[in-house]
């Protein structure tokens, strides 16, 4: 709450030790969108959405898509 830069620096070693981890991606763009960071949110959620379709996480994939869209 209220350590957005710190919350992604977290986000970013969480994925760089592991790429395919799903729900950085969406929470990490819920984050950035709710500091109004709106492209980069989109953008972190795009990846998002590659590597779920990617690993067949059809769950997060419909969550990030419909998310996505709000943006």
Same mark, same amino acid.
């Given at each position: 709450e209220g350590?957005?830069?710190s919350?992604?620096?977290?986000?970013g070693r969480v994925l760089d030790q592991n790429a395919d981890y799903v729900p950085?991606?969406?929470q990490m763009g819920q984050a950035l969108a709710? =500091? =109004?960071r709106t492209e980069e949110a989109? =953008?972190?959620v795009e990846r998002g959405i590659e590597v779920a379709r990617r690993v067949g996480d059809t769950h997060?994939?419909?969550e990030?898509?419909?998310?996505l869209e709000l943006l």
């Open positions: 350590e957005l830069e919350a992604l620096v977290q986000f950085a991606y969406f709710e =500091g =109004g989109r =953008g972190i997060a994939l419909s990030m898509t419909g998310f």
